[in-house]
């Protein structure tokens, strides 16, 4: 988190960088960043796989009966995502839990660990978020088709509309459904780029020793709302895949 | 994190090695972002899939059915205290009828062997009163017989005392029929 206290060539007193902790840089050397090159993406990304595998899986090795608090959390992410696919997608969505499951526990734990300082937050990124949206709005609408064949079609045709309505309806029903990858991205990225940048503008404030104690505490109080936002922005992710699920497994209103 | 100042300046980050604009729109590095991604997402849901979702299933299920048996044993148990419950009050029952049965025979049993006890003191006692009566009607009589022997005594010296010849004969047939009265 140092990059706000920086030299720069017009290091005139307060220098922003909010944006440089976003930064894609290689872990190993110098040089242009290819595909396969391992980055701090690599590194991040990684770590939110070990606390995977600390939470799931050697949290859970006991399978003790009565669990204990590792165990307790793999148990509880696991039900309350169980149940947000059951819920909101309905009994027969059960199947594609497990995609979901892995939807949310990569975003909820690249966002936790995001909040460390130091940190790089993959979900900032659109490229990351964009790409989930997408294979979530690829694989709703083949598998909307595949299930609903021709049916599918019903989703935009509202036929408890009058029917002077329903062509109007059906042009913003088709617009809507192809917006939704973009918002459904965007809202992910946007928040946890917002949240952090915002954190690093306070932080750099803190630099003038008269506004330091206030920057501080605007620190810590973004830092509890970003808590917040980090598990509810996975939430909205998952529950909005589910309700994307719901529609292409029961296109009829 | 500040990137190192030793990177090449490319189009997303100047020579001081600060990020020009946003560094999510820069392209350079999406290639890089998606690729591990995918390869994040693979492996989260293989060790999910594989792994980590039927054995948080099996230990759910292992506990339901655990929870259920318990119940299960539970309702078992109640059912046998209920029974038990049952023979006790029963139990406690036969116990009361019977005792308020001994108590009766015995509270009878008690009652005629009372009665005897009364008739027999009874019977003494009227055997006492008919002695006594005797005894007093014998007393009686004693002290009727000295009454008349004072009198006739007294009456033959009063008689004297007056001056008159004392008949003997005479005097105790008056006193006699005086206290036949």
């Known amino acids: ?253 | 994190m500040a990137a190192s100042t030793d990177q090449v300046a490319s189009k997303c980050i100047d020579g001081y090695g600060s990020a020009i604009g946003m560094p999510q729109l820069c392209g350079d590095w999406m290639a890089n972002q998606i690729f591990w991604l995918v390869v994040t997402l693979v492996i989260i849901f293989l060790i999910l899939s594989r792994i980590a979702l039927p054995r948080i299933a099996e230990v759910l299920a292992d506990r339901q059915s655990t929870i259920t048996n318990y119940l299960t044993a539970s309702e078992e148990l109640k059912s046998k205290a209920e029974e038990a419950e049952r023979a006790y009050t029963q139990a406690l029952n036969d116990a009361r009828s019977e005792a308020s049965r001994l108590l009766d025979a015995s509270k009878a049993e008690m009652k005629k062997e009372l009665q005897a006890a009364i008739n027999k003191a009874d019977a003494e006692i009227s055997v006492k009163v008919g002695e006594s009566e005797k005894s007093i009607a014998e007393i009686r009589n004693n002290a009727m017989a000295s009454i008349e022997k004072v009198a006739k005594d007294t009456a033959k010296e009063i008689v004297v005392a007056l001056g008159a010849k004392a008949d003997a004969k005479t005097i105790n047939a008056a006193v006699s029929s005086k206290m036949k009265g």
């Open chain 1, 1 to 253: 988190m140092a990059a706000a206290a920086q030299p720069s060539e017009k290091s005139d007193g307060l220098v922003f960088h909010p944006m440089d902790q976003f930064i894609v840089q290689p872990l190993f050397g110098s040089g242009p960043i290819h595909w396969y090159t391992v980055t701090n993406v690599t590194l991040w990304m990684g770590l939110s796989v070990v606390a995977l595998v600390l939470v799931m899986l050697v949290g859970t090795s006991k399978r003790a009966l009565v669990p204990g608090r590792a165990q307790s959390i793999g148990e509880l992410a696991y039900g309350f995502v169980h149940k947000m696919v059951e819920d909101v997608a309905g009994r027969d969505a059960v199947p594609y839990f497990p995609y979901i499951m892995t939807l949310f526990m990569f975003i909820v734990l690249s966002n936790f660990l995001g909040l460390l300082p130091m940190s790089f937050t993959t979900t900032s990124h659109i490229a990351v978020t964009a790409v989930m949206a997408i294979a979530v709005f690829l694989a709703v609408t083949v598998l909307g088709f595949v299930k609903n064949g021709v049916g599918f079609f019903s989703l935009f045709w509202i036929s408890s509309a009058p029917l002077a309505l329903r062509p109007a309806l059906a042009l913003i029903e088709i617009i809507s459904y192809f917006v939704r990858p973009v918002s459904h991205s965007i809202r992910l990225a946007g928040n946890m780029m917002a949240g952090h940048a915002v954190i690093k503008v306070f932080a750099a404030f803190a630099g003038v020793a008269l506004i330091s104690p206030l920057s501080v505490v605007a620190i810590t109080a973004m830092y509890a709302l970003e808590t917040l936002v980090s598990f509810i922005q996975a939430y909205v992710f998952a529950i909005l895949t589910c309700v994307y699920l719901k529609d292409a497994l029961h296109p009829h209103h």
